[in-house]
Every structure is written in structure tokens, then in C-alpha cells.
């Protein structure tokens, strides 16, 4: 049966800004998914972002929301969810926002294992304001401030995510539609900083810049690209050049930060 | 016994002309019209949603019952 997306919608935002075929649209269906699955409410629910056109996406969705500075979604998310310990906090933003001008949020975030998920669309590029390479960027890939290639290179977003103390870390990508919802439920459940990187595409300044004819072949290439993590565990070293590997690639069950915090009051309010 | 068909509804006000729905149809159900998409062959549906989840534009809905 069609799926009744209507009902998380604010009413005439639509369409939405994003451009033919840009994914972001993708993840953001995969999310409210997620959110019907769970019977999450409107009330109980913020998404936080920062600036970007992924960052766009809680202007769309009819629940709390706040739509912050660039790079700012941890930090601002991570004030909504101190406050209200019992509220379901959704970072959403690009690999702009989140790797370079919020690395340090986000890293922290990952530290404190805060009760937060942070859904991340990697589109490799700043596509918003045409496309300058981001710390996402594979090497030798065109942007515009990299014209004759990508010097340096690109970020392990999940690597990243585990190595700063995060709990739960996932991969998909825009083609795999029918996954992104799976993971973020996932997340969502996870008590502690779980992180989703979903593989986007961003045809308009990405994807012309480096040869793909149009946003099917970016989207083929997704589909190539990505191998399940069960599946790789079959895989030769040579076999995964170049690949991947998508799913939950980390999980682990570790004291969160709202718990820990309110010990610490409790202790306080003991010493007194 | 007749095959049940679904209804596929394209929202054309919505519709950015994308063609991810046309391109990954397993069966090649749709095609483009224009800047739109547009049913082909609905006998050909097998339902398997993909259209529907991949459209990045709220633009196409498989209604099966
Ligand atoms: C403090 C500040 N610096 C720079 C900008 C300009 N700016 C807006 S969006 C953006 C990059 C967004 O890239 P990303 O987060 O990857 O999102 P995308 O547009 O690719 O979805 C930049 C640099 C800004 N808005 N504020
Ligand atoms: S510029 Fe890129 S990221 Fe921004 S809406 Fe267009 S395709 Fe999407
Ligand atoms: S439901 Fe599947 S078979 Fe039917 S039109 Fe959509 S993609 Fe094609
Ligand atoms: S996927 Fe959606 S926006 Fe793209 S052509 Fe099909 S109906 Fe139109
Ligand atoms: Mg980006």
C-alpha cells in the first residue's frame, strides 16, 4: 500500500527545494518512515539541522524542529536534549555541515555518547553554495575550488563516528531506499550517539564536475559501490577495492550521556 | 485467476522529471511524457514499490488495495 507521507508533511511546502533527483528527498522519506515505524509523535520528536541544502530538510517535516547555524545542529541538539532528556533528538545535515565546520560538534557529540541520532547525507560536496570540495571529497575528484583534482583525502564519516566514542554507526546510500528507513529506526532505538551515513548524490554540482552523465549513472554507481557488511565478511581484500560496505558496521552498549548527567545531580543534590 | 492491478497515482504538480522512477523499474512499467512520468504498461507491475521509494518528490504512489 502507498505509504502516507502526507501526514508528516507540513502542509504546501511542497515541492520541496532540492533539485531533480538530488537524494536528499530520498533519505528524507526514509526518515519519516522511520518515525511512523517507531510511532514516534510530533510532540516528542525535534530534528535539528545546520545549514546546507540537506541541513533544508526539518522546514519540511511536521514536527518540533529547528533549522540552526552552520555546522551548529550538535550543539544546538545537544541543549534540546539536556533540557528534555525524553524527547527523541534527530540531527540531520550534509557532509559540509557535519565534517568541516561542525567536526568539533559533531566529534564531541560522538564522545559523550549523548542519546541522539544524527543522520548524515554524504553528497561528497558543499552543494548548496555550487559545489566547493568538502572533507568528504574523494582525491582527485573535481570541485570548484579543486579544478584539477582533489589533492587531499576524503573522510571515513564512519571510521570517524567510531573512532570519537559513537555507539551505533550505519551506512546506506540514496539507492538503496528501502534500507534507510531499517537503519534509522535502528538508531533511533539505540540508547546513545548513533550516526547513519547514507551515500547521496548531488547531480547539479557534484556530479556534472566529475563526468556522470546524469543522476541514474550516480545512482548506478551507488548501487555498485555498495557491498552488505555480512556479504563482505566473503570478500577478498581484492575483492572490496573500491567497494563500500553498508549496514551497521558498529554497535555497542555503553552508559549515555542524559543517564550519566542525571547521576551527577543526584550527587549534587546528596553533597548538599 | 485475474491479476489484481494497483493504481499508480503521478503527482504532476510534483513531478521534477527525474527518471529514477522510469530507469530502476524492474518491469518498465513507466516512462517519461515530457518533463513528467507517465504510466506505460500497468499490466506489467509487479508492486514492488521501488518507484514509489526511490522518488526523491513525494510524485508517485503505488496504491495496491
Ligand atoms: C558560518 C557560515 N559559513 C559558510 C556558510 C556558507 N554555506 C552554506 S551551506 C554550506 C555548505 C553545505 O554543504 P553540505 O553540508 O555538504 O550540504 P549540501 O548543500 O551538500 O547538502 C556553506 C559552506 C554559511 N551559511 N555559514
Ligand atoms: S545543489 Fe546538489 S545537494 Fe543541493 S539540492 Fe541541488 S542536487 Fe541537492
Ligand atoms: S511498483 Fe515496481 S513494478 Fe510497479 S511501477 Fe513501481 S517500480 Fe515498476
Ligand atoms: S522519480 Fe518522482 S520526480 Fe522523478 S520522474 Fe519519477 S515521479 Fe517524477
Ligand atoms: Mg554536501
Known sequence: MAFDYEKWLRPNKLPHIWCPGCGHGIVMKGLIRAMETLKLEKENTTIVSGIGCASRLPGYIDCC???????????????????????????????????????????????????????????????????????????????????????????????????????????????????????????????????VEILDDCPTTYGRRNKFKSVIEMMNRLKEVAVPVKAAEKMTAEQLQGKVLTGVLYKEEKAHYTDEYAKVIERAKAAK | MEKKLPKIEIIEKYCKGCHICVEFCPTKVLEMQG????????????KCMQCELRCPDFAIKVITE
Open chain 1, 65 to 195: 524542529t529547528l533549522h540552526t547555524a552552520h555546522g551548529r545542529a550538535a550543539a544546538f541538539a545537544t541543549g534540546v536534549k539536556m533540557a528534555k532528556p525524553e524527547m527523541n533528538v534527530i540531527l540531520v545535515g550534509g557532509d559540509g555541515d557535519g565534517t568541516a565546520i561542525g567536526g568539533n560538534h559533531f566529534i564531541h557529540a560522538c564522545r559523550r555518547n549523548i542519546d541522539m541520532t544524527y543522520i548524515i547525507m554524504n553528497n561528497y560536496i558543499y552543494g548548496m553554495t555550487g559545489g566547493q570540495f568538502s572533507p568528504c571529497t574523494p582525491t582527485g575528484h573535481k570541485a570548484s575550488t579543486t579544478p584539477y583534482g582533489n589533492p587531499d583525502p576524503g573522510f571515513d564519516i564512519a571510521k570517524l563516528a567510531i573512532g570519537a566514542g559513537a555507539t551505533f554507526v550505519a551506512r546506506g546510500t540514496a539507492f538503496h531506499a528501502n534500507q534507510i528507513d531499517k537503519l534509522i529506526t535502528e538508531a533511533i532505538q539505540h540508547k546513545g550517539f548513533s550516526v
Open chain 2, 35 to 46: 518533463f513528467v512520468a507517465a504510466v506505460k504498461n500497468l499490466e506489467a507491475c509487479i
